[in-house]
């Protein structure tokens, strides 16, 4: 399957780079170290927005072509995303041992239990009050693993004849999208005063972390595919449409005037769309996250996202920091380390496990 890509997007990979540090920062940092960028940083939970609306697009860019013509085997292409995913997401849980003791005593009994059995099976992400379980960030791939199930059968679906038919297409998307966060503005059925990055809620937990009302960001980025055959890579257009992309989302997230609720995912899916048509050119923004060194740690991005909360965790844990003398250099010694257990994770786990993996189950 792989033999058959197209060429590679260098510059979306390079974005992820950026989009995985920022969860980092959002999750162990202080938004103000940031200066001008801390609206980015305290809205760091956008990047797994993105992120969602990515997989689509990048799946659609390597296999939409075979899923139309049929040529497309479902059962080999679900295995080769197990085994690209699997081996890291089962580490990551490992490493959550002493998350996973703190379970026991933040849930029920038969929450606890319920949260054992479901979160290695990838399934944790549909019941709310334990979508974070074991590994705060896991929830994403319980949404990712339900979307690569269906994804054959979205990348099958004809193509528009006409440019505005893809655009019709887009736009009722981002409008459904919207749907579950302006009910939630509507109704606010957890009754909260303020609704931010620090609330918690059973209806605000069902939205941000349960994978139905991400699922049009991903079909976003499905169906973008699309759109993005319609543009020359060499187009101007691509330049605008990146910065109109960057611009836009820096712009709404320094207003603070979007509901919490609407941003933190349906409302960016435009600009989201317009960052990855731009990055998916060739252009002057294109040539700088092309930069070797983002691409370098883009690709072992998955790895950081997912492994870095646990990480952390067991990093200040261990009083490492303090008997090396190190804790002066804190949090940006951190930092580093995790970028560098990344790299690590993705060249001694991820790629090997991948290739026997695949080898075992004919992937």
Avoid at 312 to 334: Q, R
Wanted: aromatic share 16%.
């Amino acid at each position: 399957m792989e033999a058959q890509k197209p060429a590679r997007l260098d510059a979306l990979t390079g974005l992820r780079c950026f989009a995985a540090l920022n969860i980092v920062f959002f999750h162990f940092s202080n938004p103000d170290w940031f200066g001008v960028l801390s609206p980015v940083v305290n809205a760091g939970y956008l990047s797994v927005s993105f992120f969602i609306m990515l997989s689509g697009f990048v799946l659609a860019y390597n296999y939409a072509g075979r899923a139309r013509e049929g040529k497309l085997d479902k059962v080999r292409f679900w295995k080769a995303r197990f085994t690209r995913l699997y081996p890291v997401y089962l580490l990551s849980l490992v490493l959550g041992f002493q998350t996973y003791l703190g379970e026991y005593a933040a849930h029920t009994h038969q929450m606890f239990w319920l949260g054992t059995f479901l979160t290695p099976l990838l399934l944790q992400g549909w019941v709310p009050e334990i979508a974070t379980f074991g590994n705060t960030p896991a929830w994403t791939m319980s949404a990712e693993a339900s979307y690569y199930v269906i994804f054959p059968w979205i990348a099958a679906l004809k193509r528009p004849d006409r440019l505005i038919g893809h655009l019709w297409r887009l736009g009722g998307l981002w409008l459904l999208g919207m749907v579950p966060g302006t009910l939630y503005v509507i109704y606010n059925p957890d009754h909260l005063v303020k609704v931010d990055r620090f609330s918690s809620a059973p209806w605000l937990q069902a939205l941000k972390f349960t994978p139905l009302p991400h699922l049009p960001s991903f079909v976003f980025g499905v169906l973008l595919a699309g759109l993005d055959e319609y543009i020359d890579r060499d187009s101007h257009l691509r330049l605008w449409l990146g910065l109109v992309g960057f611009a836009g989302i820096y712009v709404i997230l320094q207003s603070g005037v979007a509901p919490y609720a609407l941003i933190h995912d349906g409302l960016l899916m435009p600009l989201f769309g317009c960052l990855i048509l731009g990055l998916a050119g060739k252009n002057l923004i294109a040539h700088l996250f092309s930069f070797s060194v983002f691409v370098f740690v883009g690709e072992s991005s998955y790895c950081l996202y997912l492994m870095h909360f646990n990480l952390w965790n067991l990093l200040h844990a261990s009083g490492l920091l303090p008997l090396l003398h190190l804790s002066w250099m804190d949090p940006w010694i951190s930092y580093a380390i995790l970028i560098g257990l990344g790299l690590l994770t993705l060249h001694v786990v991820e790629k090997p496990a991948q290739k026997v993996l695949r080898q075992w189950m004919g992937a």
